[in-house]
């Protein structure tokens, strides 16, 4: 058991923080003043003010030497979604959060802020304006999304005002922004191999996209409001740009802003995700042979063709949390941020 040193609140740690969220969060909270333990598999920078830890989030001795002193973590460590390995997402998403409660107990820490996802609600069909009291999905889409459903009960149910440890669960959708190494980097890829020729379903369905930093703005405010007697405590917050866009639009506008074509000609969402779906049963059977990684996967052409954007009312009225940066500036923000993918670079 670690011997116990009083924390100071504006010593905090970021699991996770190797990533892109996880990066964003950290700079932000260095120019707030605090003090950064970064604890993540993987040391993918150096910034002054931030001791990094390198370990395992499922080693709990690794992660109660990242812990010392603190008293806010910030808990944005996942297995990329697109993984399809079930037993890294049980190992590192379920288990690997146990582990991140119990090192948190043991090194006195006072809060707990988990990066959950909105897609812990998403089953495939349509969600329009979806608040945080929808059902958990019991069919949930992906590996990913059933073991953040866990992720996210484990962190909530762990709130214990009489035991000084408080905890909320963040949920982002659709993040993007400079060193994102998912959205644009895909869409760009798919785009270069000839592939984006085409809109999934008529392309009038809506979706959230939330800039990096307004997802970094949600984390903070969470930890600041976080309090005993707050609305916080063991409660789940949609944090969205709150400005739905046309899926195809948006993706529509980043293309043309890297100097891509925009996809044109429509396919029926129900023929593509049959397609997908078969794919995908395909991949399953020849597992054993040969690996194949489909690029539309039913999750993929789910998140494409259906509406799934989120009510931040909840976050508006228990954090005062409003987005910083608007949806078209962000957009402009990203675009300029991926010189090497331009067109012809
Ligand atoms: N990117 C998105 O659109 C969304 C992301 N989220 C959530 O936000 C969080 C951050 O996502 P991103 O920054 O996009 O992902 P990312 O893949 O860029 O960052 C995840 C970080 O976790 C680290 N990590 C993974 N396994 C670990 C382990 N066993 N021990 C220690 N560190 C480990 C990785 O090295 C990486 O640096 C995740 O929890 C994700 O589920 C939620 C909604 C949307
Ligand atoms: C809103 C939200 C949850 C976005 C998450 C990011 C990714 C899941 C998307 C980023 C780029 C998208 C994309 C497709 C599916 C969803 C993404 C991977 C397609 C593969 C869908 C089928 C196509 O026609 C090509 C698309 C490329 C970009």
Known sequence: MATRTRPSSKRCAVIGGSGFLGRHLVERLVDRGYTVNVFDIRQAYELPGV?????????????????????????????????????????????????????????????????????????????????????????????????????????????????????????????????????????????????????????????????????????????????????????????????PVRFWDFMSQILEGLGYSAPRYHLPYTLVYGIALLLWLMALVLRPLIRIKPTFTPMRVALAGTHHYYSCARAKKDMGYQPLVPLQEAIVRTVESYPHLRKGA
């Open 51 to 243: 001791m990094f830890h390198q370990g395992d989030l499922c080693d709990r001795q690794a992660l109660l030497l990242a812990l010392k002193e603190v008293s806010v973590v910030f808990h944005c460590a996942s297995p990329a979604p697109a993984s399809d390995d079930r037993a890294l997402f049980q190992r590192v998403n379920i288990d690997g959060t146990r582990t991140v409660i119990q090192a948190c107990h043991e090194a006195g820490v006072q809060k707990l802020i988990l990066t959950s996802s909105a897609s812990v609600v998403f089953e495939g069909t349509d969600i329009k304006n979806g608040r945080e009291d929808l059902p958990y999905a019991k069919k949930p889409i992906d590996y990913y999304t059933e073991t953040k459903i866990v992720q996210e009960k484990l962190v909530l149910e762990a709130c214990s005002k009489e035991k000084g440890f408080l905890t909320v669960a963040i949920r982002p959708h659709g993040i993007f922004g400079p060193r994102d190494p998912q959205l644009v980097p895909i869409l760009v890829d798919t785009a270069r191999r000839g592939k984006m020729k085409f809109i999934i379903g008529d392309g009038s369905n809506l979706v959230d996209f939330t800039y990096v930093e307004n997802v970094v703005h949600g984390h903070i405010l969470a930890a600041e409001h976080l309090k005993a007697d707050s609305p916080l405590c063991g409660q789940a917050y949609h944090i969205t740009n709150d400005e």
